[in-house]
């Protein structure tokens, strides 16, 4: 069975750094791409970083970019994301999600999340 | 970056079908996906590609695709599909990924 599991969220000051980890099992972790994908109070759903499977390529969407930095350890099965220089805009849900293979690659597996609460 | 738009709410009568859709740019070159989220869970993938449904998700569920909008159809709306339906798609600029805002789906 496949599963996602995050940690390391929690609450941090403006301006501070927090790590998050997603730890991966039931598939080969390092054949798959992973995203992070986060959830602002009462909002939608933004994708934020992608990582190929074998930590290459990596994307990150405008909001986060020069800020957070996304890796892997394959020997492990884990995703990470460290954030850096924390706003408060930036408090959400935060989900790993593994993205399928084949031409239309749709995030079939996510974690339940772990919450990141910025406060000044 | 491409943009996606969903109406924030939609609402279907028991039993009755009901559609949701999403637009964007983004849409014209690669089909969007869609997930289901209940309130306190995360995301579940329902339909994705031109008709792909991922196994163990019902058949009621079913999406389209016509220009630059994507629609996904409750074929006989059950009290268990009342939830946040939110579409995605590659994005044809420089981002990985775009979504939705979402649409909220009530069963009444």
């Known amino acids: 069975e496949v599963q996602l599991v995050e940690s390391g969220g929690g609450l941090v000051q403006l301006g501070g750094s927090l790590r998050l980890s997603c730890a991966a099992s039931g598939f080969t972790f390092n054949s798959y791409e992973m995203n992070w994908v986060r959830q602002a109070p009462g909002k939608g759903l933004e994708w934020i970083s992608y990582?190929?499977?074998?930590?290459?390529?990596?994307y990150y969407a405008d909001s986060v970019r020069g800020r957070f930095t996304v890796s892997r350890d394959n020997a492990k099965n884990s995703l990470y994301l460290q954030m850096n220089s924390l706003r408060a805009e930036d408090t959400a849900i935060y989900f790993c999600?593994?993205?399928?293979?084949?031409?239309?690659?749709?995030?079939?597996?996510w974690g339940r999340g772990t919450l990141v609460t910025v406060s000044s | 970056s491409s943009e996606l738009t969903q109406d924030p709410a939609v609402s279907v009568a028991l039993g009755q079908t009901v559609r949701i859709t999403c637009q964007g740019d983004s849409l014209r070159s690669y089909y969007a996906s869609w997930y289901q989220q209940k309130p306190g869970q995360a995301p579940v993938l329902v339909f994705y590609?031109?008709?792909k449904r991922p196994s163990g998700i019902p058949d009621r569920f079913s999406g389209s695709t016509s220009g630059n909008t994507a629609s996904l159809t409750i074929t006989g709306a059950q009290a268990e599909d009342e939830a946040d339906y939110h579409c995605n798609s590659r994005d044809s600029s420089d981002n990985h990924y775009v979504f939705g805002p979402g649409t909220a789906v009530t069963v009444l």
């Open positions: 590609g031109k008709n």
């Open positions: 990582i190929g499977g074998r930590g290459g390529p990596i």
């Open positions: 999600a593994r993205e399928d293979y084949g031409d239309f690659r749709p995030l079939d597996y």
